[in-house]
């Protein structure tokens, strides 16, 4: 007689008054009275629920929240159709409202809403009162310059709080943000900006980055004179430079003291914009609503995550990814935000663990690159840090390794919650990760989100588990864009998102999901490997090749050749004093045999400068891809996305010598 296979062992599992105390637990207990959500079966049975009764779980989520809608809803889910989903239809609202409320409060308006750290000092803390007294008489002074509800605020600003009042004044207004780094070069910002016209433009004069003052005064005037739009500039002196002509300055814009005034919009009136990394071409402009953020963030945050008052919560992210949309968001549990503004690894790789300890974060986000980094340096976080008020490391960026989560299990606390979760920017959310009441094994994410309808599909289109397949939604969720802007007809949207699988969004990320619930993320389908018709994950490689000391990072791609043969060429930045010798290739390729297949060795190894990146540090596979089959640089990439574009000069010059 069979019997099913038996789950790993956990590396973690939440104690049970840990796992009681959860607001997630709270939730589904509250549910289960009020709206008919399973009692017992724990998470598993309430994620079912949530996916199958998707109307009365979004209700439940605003009525558990407290959601403050001005004009009441007529129905949950109006439009069940992808895209094109309509939710909470007649309702109005305010998000910036949301962010502000645990000002309200008198026993915590003179808390701390923000802790600001940079390369130079402590934290600098910003209550909650005078953050609203910030956005008021931002909100204020935007409404004064002449911006009304659609219109469009541009910020290119770091992470500082002068970028969260922004925001939030701009929502205040229901006007529309976007941003961008100041490390982004004015190409391109104006790739971005140019497409969604802004009126206003916030922006620094430098930043501060690994021991160094960046002046960005050049860049900021150049876009000025390339976005003929802006009718009001606003200078941030973050390194003290006068305001330049036709200027208004920071401080007299936030100067007043005024009561915000929240603007009630419609569910679906545009929040802000977020970027795709545009390697290819212009990056998509992609639109999200004011009501489905906030469902969807208080849901992934306050749930998920398990925030609320009195955490703090700080992820390393910049303003041109969407961890720092997905960092504001915090303020919507009344939990305090980290905001750490300089370089990951300055003066040494252990940069943000100790800014986790001097913050006392509870909550600490980062990149899987950061951890296996901090693995790599022999760092002991926990035995050189005060981690005491740490319950969670979470990654995002890339699948977490293994190895990854076992140095974390050892080095940063054996109590610590390890949370690898994964989404992207076209949600502003997690498809799967965090869950306070679930074990965590090594190398998974704890399990899809509540009201994701996650699937692994085959090539057919069926539902697979313990197999790979491409990662697909076949349910609409709150926070999927509204539109992209400049896509009249909706054709760019429907084709990034629903031309493989009619009505089903697919993401592009292969993934497995487990027999116990869990889920395994790959890389990205779309630059898989697939030799002789088995298909393999990049992710997979990058973590046996980058255990070896003698590697600092790797990139894989594999290249389909005009006489039908398949090349996959592994390229490699060495540690400092390595070589690539014929010793190392065989402990390359003997790991690879022996931890994953003999499919998974390389047909060559090259060592090179450094890896290619997007502006937001993803690996950029596709774009080399091309260029190893031939195509032009400037037609296999949008130069002004990448971080070093000199770096895939080298490739090109590969492809054509292949080619």
Known sequence: MSTAAQPPQPLWEPGQDRAASAAVTRFQTWAAEHHGAPAEGG??????????????????????????????????????????????????LNYAEHALRTAEEPFLAGEAALLHVDETHGPEPMTWAELRRQVGSLAAALRARGVRPGDRVSGYLPNVPQAIVSVLATAAVGAVWTSCAPDFGARSVLDRFRQVEPVVLIAVDGYRYGGKEHDRTDVVAELRAELPTVRTFVHVPLLGTP??????????????????????????????????????????????????????????????????????????????????????????????????????????????????????????????????????????????????RVRCVATTGSPLPPDGFRWLHDEAGEDVWIASVSGGTDVCSCFAGAVPTLPVHIGELQAPALGVDLQAWDPGGRPVVDEVGELVVTRPMPSMP???????????????????????????????????????????SDSTLNRGGVRMGSADIYEVVERLPEIRESLVVGVEQPDGGYWMPLFVQLAEGAVLDDALRTRLATALRTELSPRHVPDEVIAVRAIPHTLTGKRLEVPVKRLLQGTPLEKAVNPGSVDDVELLRGYERLGRAHS
């Open 43 to 92: 998470y598993p049975a309430l994620h079912r629920w949530s996916v199958e009764h998707l109307d009365t779980f979004w209700q439940s989520v605003a009525e558990w929240f407290d959601v403050r809608f001005s004009t009441p809803y007529e129905h949950v889910l109006a439009d069940r159709s992808m895209p094109g989903a309509r939710w909470f239809t007649g309702s109005r």
């Open 243 to 388: 305001a330049p002509d036709g200027a208004e300055t920071w401080a007299d814009v936030v100067a007043g003291d005024e009561e915000p005034v929240f603007e009630q919009v419609p569910f679906d009136h545009p929040l802000w914009v977020l970027y795709s990394s545009g390697t290819t071409g212009l990056p998509k402009a992609i639109v999200q609503s004011q009501g489905g953020i906030l469902v969807e963030h208080l849901k992934q945050l306050g749930l998920h995550c398990d925030l609320s008052t009195g955490d703090r919560f700080f992820w390393y992210t910049s303003t041109g990814w969407m961890m720092w949309n997905f960092l504001v968001s915090g303020l919507l549990t009344g939990s305090t935000l980290v905001l750490y503004d300089g370089s990951p690894a300055f003066p040494d790789t252990a940069a943000q663990w100790r800014v986790a300890e001097t913050t006392g974060a509870t909550l600490f986000g980062t990149s899987a690159a950061y951890v296996m980094a901090s693995r790599k340096a022999g760092l002991h976080p926990a035995r050189d840090f005060d981690l005491s």
């Open 482 to 524: 509204i539109r992209f802007w400049n896509d009249p007809d909706g054709t760019r949207y429907h084709d990034s998102y629903f031309d493989t699988y009619p009505g089903v969004w697919r993401h592009g990320d292969w993934i497995t999901l487990t027999g116990h619930g869990s889920v395994i993320i790959h890389g990205r």
